[in-house]
T-cell receptor
Framework: GQNIDQPTEMTATEGAIVQINCTYQ??????LFWYQQHAGEAPTFLSY??LDGLEEKGRFSSFLSRSKGYSYLLLKELQMKDSASYLC??????????WGAGTKLIIKP | DGGITQSPKYLFRKEGQNVTLSCEQN?????MYWYRQDPGQGLRLIYY???????QKGDIAEGYSVSREKKESFPLTVTSAQKNPTAFYLC????????????FGPGTRLTVL
């Protein structure tokens, strides 16, 4: 079966750095996505990785290793507004998105 | 402003009633999707449509129906056959079915009383 695993919850301090991991097992691979979702709101796109390596976009970076079935989202200089759930999703061979359950990130002052 | 709208934001229905959730987009996207989100679970695909007048079942289509008569609109009907309909429903669209980014509407929270 297809599976996406990520931690349920993480806590970090304002101004610090946090890394949210995601491992996956899917039928084929056409890219990995990270979305941010504030409580009760729609997910918003953060990043897309299809090749191995690190993609940097401001305070957020995303890493992919296809051979390990592994990705992480790195958030730097954490702000209180970064408190949200972070969703990892993989596009499989049928171009369907398979979603993880999300990691709830709590930022403390 | 281009985007996706869903209405209503909150919806209550009595058990045994059908209810239709609205989803409209003015992004000129070909593909549209309906997801269901439950606490502690990832988004699950209910139905998707790659083009007007065509749609396919997702992983959890039982108890739901859709139509795609216009490019802009993809309404979802939650029927009385859906055994556990209380959930947060999200509509999304993308330029085409295999495009790498989906844009989401604000969601509809359905509660069955």
């Amino acid at each position: 079966g297809q599976n996406i695993d990520q931690p349920t919850e993480m806590t970090a301090t304002e101004g610090a750095i946090v890394q949210i991991n995601c491992t996956y097992q899917t039928s084929g691979f056409n890219g990995l996505f990270w979305y941010q979702q504030h409580a009760g709101e729609a997910p918003t796109f953060l990043s897309y990785n299809v090749l191995d390596g690190l993609e940097e976009k401001g305070r957020f970076s995303s890493f992919l290793s296809r051979s390990k079935g592994y990705s992480y989202l790195l958030l730097k200089e954490l702000q209180m507004k970064d408190s949200a759930s972070y969703l990892c999703a993989v596009m499989d061979s049928n171009y369907q998105l398979i979603w993880g359950a999300g990691t709830k990130l709590i930022i403390k002052p | 402003d281009g985007g996706i709208t869903q209405s209503p934001k909150y919806l209550f229905r009595k058990e045994g009633q059908n209810v239709t959730l609205s989803c409209e987009q003015n992004l000129n996207h070909d593909a549209m999707y309906w997801y269901r989100q439950d606490p502690g679970q990832g988004l699950r695909l209910i139905y998707y449509s790659q083009i007007v007048n065509d749609f396919q079942k997702g992983d959890i289509a039982e108890g739901y129906s859709v139509s795609r008569e216009k490019k802009e609109s993809f309404p979802l009907t939650v029927t009385s056959a859906q055994k556990n309909p209380t959930a947060f429903y999200l509509c999304a669209s993308s330029i085409e079915a295999d495009y790498n980014e989906q844009f989401f509407g604000p969601g509809t929270r359905l509660t069955v009383l």
